[in-house]
């Protein structure tokens, strides 16, 4: 795995806990040899992300669009960045340069971020893993509604095979290396 996307929020949370994750998460890449796509931002969990990364000698490629450059605060000290027109854009840009996604807490951006990938990845479109680092217990609520969609029947059990979800920066690094994508198309029945 050469490169991972990293979503996640542009403010930093109450809890101390969500840096601090997000700084270890970036040392973390840097130090596998794994290069860190992200949406660009100095601030937040964005900014700790990619300062630790880029701090313990890591590759940083930043996504932006131009519309929240000066809102967002990009990062001016990152090891390449693109600047693009559209959110759409960003993310198909992010996926084209990503191995694997990973989703630190933050809010209806990253929750966006994170699930358009998914989807994907339930319709074909491609086979990288999708995980969500639990910090905080944070993905717990959305954790249990993927479950109510498969117990409605609104989603089937085999695409929460797609989803990776570790409570340690360890566990969920390894899950990604195990990692094996299993196909089931959407509308077959069994």
Not at 9 to 26: C, I, K, Q
Not at 110 to 118: A, I, S
Not at 144 to 164: C, P, R, V
Request: aromatic share 8%.
């Amino acid at each position: 795995m050469q490169s991972i996307a990293v979503f996640c929020g542009s403010s930093t949370g109450h809890d101390p806990v969500y840096m601090e994750t997000a700084r270890l998460l970036g040392e973390r890449l840097a130090n596998e040899g794994i290069t860190l796509v992200y949406g660009g931002s100095k601030v937040g969990c964005m900014g700790a992300v990619a300062d630790s990364c880029l701090h313990a000698g890591g590759k940083v490629i930043g996504v932006i669009p131009e519309k929240l450059k000066n809102v967002e605060i990009a990062h001016t000290g990152l090891t390449e960045i693109h600047v693009v027109t559209t959110m759409h854009e960003r993310k198909a840009k992010m996926a084209d340069l990503a191995d694997a996604f990973i989703a630190l807490p933050g809010g209806a951006g990253t929750l966006e971020e994170w699930f358009e990938v998914f989807t994907w990845a339930q319709l074909g479109y491609h086979q990288k893993p999708c995980s969500l680092l639990n910090v905080n217990s944070f993905y717990d609520p959305l954790v249990t509604m993927l479950q109510h969609t498969i117990t409605e029947g609104f989603m089937k059990e085999a695409y929460s095979d797609l989803i990776i979800h570790e409570t340690t920066i360890d566990d969920l690094l390894q899950s990604l290396l195990n990692y094996s994508h299993h196909y089931e198309d959407k509308w077959v029945s069994k």
